[in-house]
């Protein structure tokens, strides 16, 4: 793969995850929006002589804030995908950055009725990498199992650390079509891991080390 | 006029609830589903002049429902509400049949008008179907 090449689909990556990341925020504001509808609704018949019970007031506060958590969730993961672009290599907590990635790909998995189970074996490990391509690397792996399914799948994605390595399991739901290896293996390399594919609990799953 | 029925179609539940809620305030008779695949087994059970359908579900998405529902029913008035649907699944959406294509957020007042013309057009869609077969029976009875 090219420089071109990875500059091409580093663009088209942060395209999709910008898309649905704007979608989701909209859903967000147009519940907002609804919210606000509803209150003016209540508010016009406060003005023609019947009273809006407390309750239902508190129950729109509560609609608003949650929604607000919500927005700002998206935003700050939006906010450190975006600043992973910032440097080249350098030194990062990757299951935090696995973890963020995990959640701004829910959406895009959810799509295909596939939820992403995230577990990590610490909160926090650092290593060198190159956390953009890293993530491209990811989503490279995971996007080959967006198929769609008329069943709900979970797919699993694993941080393990043992005394002498990090290891990041990522699985491959059984239709699945496997990635293009030579693209997986250069973006590996760029991102300072190796790659292979191993079978745990017959689950086949790739494997990054660090 | 009757009172209006009207489905709503997203995976966003807090959103139809909400919407749905200052709908039936308006006097609508108004159910909401949160898949194609549900939204499949209320148009099947009950007649609505209007369903208001989200394009990016999980599952069965927009386009693929908007295409079930208007092979069960293709006089059914379909109202298009989404958030940045792009170029291409809009034309797709169109071409097989939605009349009226909006984006999150819409005003509700805007909503409404499209359920109220909607209906009209059913009702008219409805005479016009009606005035067929009888023509049709005439024409083979030779009456």
Redesign the interface.
Known sequence: MSDKEICDNSLKFFGAVTASVSHELNNVISIIDQTGGLLDDLLYSADTGKPVPQEKLRSIVDKIAVQTDRGVRIIKRMNYFAHSVDEAVKQVNIVQLTDNFARLMQRLASQKKIEIVASFSADSIQINTNPFLLELLLYYLIKSSFISYNTERKLRLEINQSSSKVIILVEKLPDAEAPEISIIEELAGRAKCSFDITLKDMIVYYRLKF | MAQERVLLVDD?K??TE??A??MR?REMDVDTAESGAEAMVKVCKKYYDAIILDL????M?GIETLGQILGKNPDQQVILLT??ATVPQSVAAMKLGAVEFLE?????DKLIELVRTAQVKKADLFQKRMEESIEKVKTKRGW
């Open positions: 966003e807090e959103f909400l919407l809620e200052r305030s990016a579900m999980p599952g998405d958030g940045h999150k957020p819409a005003k509700i």
